[in-house]
């Protein structure tokens, strides 16, 4: 349905101006419908968008009225003070307001003619709100700026364009003045998670439309979208076929690996683990959402590409989703073997990819900011933001999630309280946007509990439970001792050769650290893994610890940073006792590839655990169940059933309200504090020097800057720093890019209480650039090798009166 029909006199206003180039308003129309035709071409969007329609029981004829409402999401412009302000260079009005405003009465118009149903008025008009915040963050639905006579004023000026049926424009601005007033209660009518996802979707395609339309005109960037097309599968395949990094001996004996039911090693084991997951895949191809539990060390990421290639024909994208940078790095390489470069890519902070043609600089970014790489590794926090976020940076993508393939590993990690919001949003992806979404883990909580009985039909867990239990994964016996310190030192003694420590605290890391540096430093190779290390030293930890062939015992202590996917394995290891599937992903690197025939992973009771996560509802069941798990009669299964049928009880419904009622009702300035990961921390710039020969990636960027010159071996951490101080960046996108550069000097701290009762945070705000702390001192508290003394830093920072500065 045709919106809008103007007369000659619009070709007199324009949309943009760069220099003393205007873009016709009419060009910047046909360029957003053009990049609006594209995306939902590419991403084959338009039988997603007609299933939300047949859902809100809206004719799919208005398809084309939503593409005008797209088109035309500028129209607000052609007021005379926007046209005057655009050609005198200083624009001091809004105008997507207005333009919602114009759209609104033009629905009205159409439903005094019966061109649409009183219904389907309604549907459109709370939908179109997406173009009064095309230019803004997203604000909650209901929050629409106040409507005026001025504003009545630019409506009468933009309608003297346009043609209106016989209804007087007087009197239906007066029906859209009596509808906005009536807005919270008509919008009520919409709100549900369905209402919630087609939204996001149609504002995704608007924003990324205009932001696409405008780069054309204003930098001469053409932009078209990357996906998985029959030529990129063809490369695939044929990289799998011929690279030894995949497994073909699978595919030459899938059958016999089927069968098999006698192991002789692990190798053939998970050789058999994949043929069946593979098979069960197979025979589940009317389900949309996997559930796949591997135990540590079984084979997950060669799995996930084997059921990826069985997609390639069908999607269009894949997000790969992980729970910490290291194992995006780890997967991401493993996977750069079959995929193109050109073709994937990381999402996170601490990824650098530099262009070697620096007037590719700006066209780099697009595609970085647009993720344009069919395969896209992402880390969980960075993912859902395309749900839970309300900027428009973090909402342009979310159009890509149509047709694609989403492997979601490790989700134990997320805060339990959103196990259920989170199913239920894995139901709708899978169900109107068709996407693919496969879950894996070796510790997997059955989301499947949350759901009611039709949506629960969805999914398929197609984990082969006689193998993953299959006594070749039993590599590891835990043991509970009282006393911790004494059974560490018996087997440092006794020579055991890898020994790993997990303790709950960075402070307890440190001090544990310096008491077994002292203690066996002639003796053995100590080493700390915290966060606390800048990622170059973790680096060298984990490689050193992987190739190490030394005669001494080695032993490493370390936080709940060794269970991030870290592919290390120790005869021996030690944990302080904590959740049960950070228990699990511990053990996960004990004897990790079986070399001997068994191996003890001992746990103690610190009783931090209980402070910790005193506010996740797992600590709480596992205090009440502590005693069961002692005596081996609380498996891990057990624990995620009470959790589930607890965190449902606490709702008393099937919905945890919190989260839901929020997504449901369009909260968006709510939903955007959601947290998937609960943290509380903030950042410490360490301006120590670096070796260029760890970050040799960089040098072009560093030369460009002058921050290094050719012959320097070392990168200043105060000249990166003065550096970002004493400059104005030419543009965004080397300002992004530089922040690459700065992450390396950067470690996480959590936001601890010092002995003045305040947390440090709040006692260092006068001396904080945002959420970053220069640490100048750095010598007095921290160092490469060990990381941060936390106790030293507090103690420094807690004793200086900043009352009286």
Known sequence: MNLFIFSEKINENFAHRVGEKFEPFLEHVDRTKKYYDILIKYYDISKTINKFLKYFKVDTKHFETIREIIKFHDIGKLTKKFQKGLKNGKVDITHSDIGFYVILIQLIDKVLTNEISEHEFKFL??????????????????????????????????????????????DLIDKAFTFLKK????????????????????????????????????????????II?????????????????????????FDYYLKLNVF??????????????????????????????????GGKTNISLRLIRKLLLEKKKVFYVLPFINIIEQNYDYYSNFVPYDKI??????????????????????????????????????????????RKSENFNFYQLTNSIIVLDEIQAYNPNLWNALSHIFSILSEYFNATIIIMSATLPDLRKFLDEKRKNSIENITPNDLITNKLFDRVETEFI?????????????????????????????????????????????????????????????????????????????????????????????????????????????????RIKSAKLYLFNDGKWKRIYSSDERKKILEENFSKFKEKELTLKKFYDITIEKLKQKANIKIIKEYLQDLNNLNFEEINKIKL???????????????????????????????????????????????????????????????????????????????????????????????????EDYKEYYSYESGLDVEKFLEIKSNREFDFI
């Open 229 to 253: 097309d029959k030529e990129l599968s063809k490369i695939i395949e044929k990289n799998i076929l011929t690279k030894s990094k995949f497994n073909p001996i699978i595919d030459e004996n």
């Open 482 to 594: 009282e006393n911790f310190e004494q059974q560490l030192y018996r087997e440092i003694e006794d020579g055991r050769r890898k020994i790993l420590v997990v303790v709950n605290t960075i402070k307890d890391s440190y001090k544990l650290y310096t008491k077994l540096k002292n203690k066996y430093n002639d003796y053995a190779e100590v080493y700390i893994l915290n966060s606390t290390l800048l990622d170059s030293r973790k680096k060298e930890i984990i490689n050193y610890i992987k190739n190490y062939d030394g005669n001494k015992p080695l032993i490493l202590v370390s936080t709940q940073s060794i269970e991030a996917g870290v592919d290390l394995d120790f005869d021996v290891g030690f944990r302080a006792f904590t959740l049960l599937d950070s228990i699990i992903q511990t053990m996960g690197r004990i004897n990790r590839n079986g």
């Open 345 to 390: 890519t990381r999402y996170d902070h601490k990824y650098f990819d530099y262009p070697d043609d620096e007037k590719s600089l700006e066209s780099h970014y697009i595609e970085t900011l647009f993720l344009n790489f069919p395969f896209v590794f992402s880390t969980h926090i960075g993912f859902f933001e395309m749900f839970f976020g309300n």
């Open 183 to 226: 807005f919270k209660q008509i919008s009520s009518m919409f709100k549900n998670l369905e209402f919630f996802f087609f939204y996001k979707l149609i504002n995704s395609l608007l924003i990324t439309s205009d932001y696409l339309a405008t780069l054309e005109f204003m930098k001469n960037i053409e932009f078209e979208p990357q």
């Open 677 to 775: 990961i609960n943290g509380n921390n903030f950042s410490l710039f360490i301006p120590l020097e670096i070796p260029i020969s760890k970050i040799s990636r960089l040098k072009p960027f560093l030369f460009k800057f002058k921050i290094i010159s050719s012959d320097e071996k070392y990168l200043s951490g105060e000249r990166v720093w003065n550096f970002l101080q004493d400059n104005n960046f030419e543009s965004f996108v080397e300002y992004k890019l530089f922040s690459k550069i700065f992450s390396l000097f950067t470690i996480s701290l959590f936001n601890y209480k010092s002995n003045t009762g305040k947390n440090i945070k709040e006692q260092l705000k006068d001396e904080m650039f945002g959420e970053l702390y220069f640490a």
């Open 125 to 170: 008009s709370i939908l179109s709100t997406v173009v009064h915040r095309h230019h803004s963050y997203l604000k909650n639905i209901n929050n629409l700026s106040l409507y005026n006579d001025s504003k009545k004023e630019y409506i009468m000026e933009i309608a003297s364009y346009m043609s209106f049926s016989n209804n007087n424009i007087t």
């Open 264 to 297: 002789r090693n692990i190798n053939e084991l998970r050789s058999s683990i994949a043929a069946n997951v593979e098979k069960n895949f197979e025979s589940s191809k009317n389900k949309n959402i996997f559930f796949i539990e591997v135990p540590t060390g």
